[in-house]
C-alpha cells in the first residue's frame, strides 16, 4: 500500500501529542497499518509561534485549502477545537475524500449525526474516540466490547480540568484561581475554560456517550447541567470533614424508554471508587444488563494521553483503506438515529 499522508488541523496541546506520537511509534505504527505515515502539512493560526514540538517550518500553513483540498492528503486529524468553522472545514475534507479523525467533543455533540451521515455518504470513516475521557477506549469500548449487551446506565467523571481543580482544593487547600490557571498551563482546559467549570464539556461528552450507549440521538438539550463554578474552599473543607468528597459526576441512565442524562457536582463516600479518582484522571462505570459493572479509569486530558486515542483512531481508519471498508465498518462508533 502507498505511504498515507496526514493533514493535521492543530498543532496545540493535543496536536504536538499527535507528531510525536506519530514520529516516535513509527515502527510500530508501519507493523500495524503495513505502509508508512507522514504529516504533510499542519494548519495553524500564527505562523511564528514556538511550538511544543520541533516540526519542519515548511509544514506549517494557514491556509486551510493546503489540506482540506490537498489530493495528496488522505486523512486529515481535526485537533484544532472551535465549532462552525470547524464543521465547515470537515464537510469540505468528507466531500473531498478524506477521512476523520477528530478530538472535538463540542462539534460532535452538536453535529455528529450530521458529519457521520456525510462522511458513511461519501465512503469516508470519522472517528471520534479522544473526544470523551482523554486516552480512555470508551467509544469502543461501548460500541465494540459492549456491543452484545444492553447498557442501562453510565455514571462517571469525565472532565479533567474540573477534577484536577476540586483535587488540588481539597487535597492541597490552594485556590480555585490559582489551580484553573494550572490546569490551563497543563493543557488540560479548554481554550476558553468556561465550558469545563461549567459543567458544559461533561454534558457534551454524556450527549455522546449516551447516545452510542443507549442507541438513541441525544441532544445538549437533553442533558441538565450544573458546574462547579459555586463550589467554595468552604464547601470542600466541611465535606472533607464530614468523610466525603465532592466531585462532578455525569450520569446517564434509561428505564424503558425513558433515558435522564446529567451532570452536577455530588458528595461521594470517601470510600467510593471514584472518590480517589484524582487530578485530570477520568472513571467511568458502565452497567449492562448482562455483564454488570464494567468500570473506565484512565487520564482524561493532556497532550501524549489524547493523542493516543488519536493516533489509534488513525491506524483504524488506514486499516479500513486497506480493507476497503472506510464509512461502513462495523467498528465505527456511528451515532444512530432511532
Ligand atoms: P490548543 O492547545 O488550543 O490548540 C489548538 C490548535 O489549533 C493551535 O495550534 C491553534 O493554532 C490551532 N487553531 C485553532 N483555531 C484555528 C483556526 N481557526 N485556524 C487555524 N488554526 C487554528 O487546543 P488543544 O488542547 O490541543 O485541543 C484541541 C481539540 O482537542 C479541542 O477540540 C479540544 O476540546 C480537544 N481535546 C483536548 C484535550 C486536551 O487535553 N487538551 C483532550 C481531549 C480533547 P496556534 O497554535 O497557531 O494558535
Ligand atoms: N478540557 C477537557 C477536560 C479536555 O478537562 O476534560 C479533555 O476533553
Redesign the pocket.
Known amino acids: 500500500m502507498k505511504a498515507i499522508s496526514i493533514g493535521l488541523?492543530?498543532?496545540?496541546?493535543?496536536?504536538s501529542g499527535v507528531v510525536q506520537i506519530i514520529e516516535s511509534h513509527q515502527d510500530k505504527l508501519m507493523h500495524q497499518v503495513g505502509c508508512s505515515i507522514s504529516i504533510k502539512k499542519i494548519?495553524?493560526?500564527?505562523?511564528t509561534?514556538e511550538r511544543l514540538v520541533a516540526v519542519d517550518k515548511g509544514m506549517l500553513t494557514?491556509n486551510?485549502e493546503d489540506i482540506l483540498s490537498n489530493p495528496e492528503i488522505d486523512v486529515v486529524i481535526e485537533?484544532?477545537?472551535?465549532i462552525e468553522?470547524t464543521r465547515g472545514y470537515l464537510m469540505e475534507a468528507i466531500k473531498n475524500k478524506k477521512h476523520i479523525v477528530?478530538?472535538?467533543?463540542?462539534?460532535m455533540a452538536l453535529y455528529g449525526p450530521e458529519l457521520l451521515e456525510l462522511a458513511t455518504e461519501n465512503q469516508c470513516d470519522l472517528f471520534y474516540e479522544?473526544?470523551v475521557a482523554?486516552g480512555i477506549p470508551i467509544l469502543r469500548g461501548l460500541v465494540d466490547g459492549l456491543s452484545s449487551d444492553r447498557i442501562t446506565k453510565m455514571m462517571g467523571i469525565v472532565n479533567?480540568t474540573t477534577n484536577f481543580i476540586l483535587t488540588k482544593m481539597s487535597k492541597e487547600g490552594r485556590a480555585y484561581d490559582d489551580v484553573l490557571k494550572e490546569a490551563q498551563e497543563l493543557?488540560?482546559a479548554?481554550?476558553d475554560p468556561t465550558a469545563d467549570v461549567g459543567g458544559l464539556d461533561a454534558a457534551r461528552k454524556m450527549a455522546i456517550l449516551s447516545t452510542l450507549g443507549f442507541s438513541m440521538n441525544i441532544g445538549l438539550n437533553d442533558v441538565e447541567v450544573q458546574g462547579i463554578t459555586e463550589i467554595s474552599e468552604e464547601d470542600l473543607r466541611y465535606s472533607k470533614k464530614l468523610g466525603y468528597t465532592m466531585k462532578l459526576i455525569g450520569v446517564a441512565s434509561r428505564a424503558g424508554d425513558r433515558v435522564e442524562v446529567s451532570v452536577q457536582p455530588a458528595l461521594l463516600p470517601e470510600a467510593h471508587p471514584l472518590a480517589s479518582v484524582n487530578n485530570e484522571y477520568n472513571a467511568v462505570y458502565v452497567y449492562g444488563e448482562a455483564v454488570g459493572e464494567t468500570m473506565f479509569y484512565g487520564p482524561g486530558?493532556?497532550?501524549l494521553p489524547?493523542a493516543t486515542a488519536v493516533v489509534s483512531d488513525m491506524v483504524t481508519v488506514i486499516k479500513n483503506m486497506r480493507l476497503g471498508v472506510n464509512g461502513r465498518s462495523a467498528v465505527s462508533p456511528q451515532f444512530r438515529n432511532n
Open positions: 488541523l492543530g498543532l496545540g496541546t493535543v496536536g494548519l495553524v493560526n500564527d505562523m509561534k494557514d486551510p485537533v484544532m477545537g472551535g468553522e477528530t478530538a472535538n467533543k463540542d462539534l479522544a473526544s482523554g479533567g493543557g488540560f479548554e481554550a486530558a493532556g497532550s489524547t
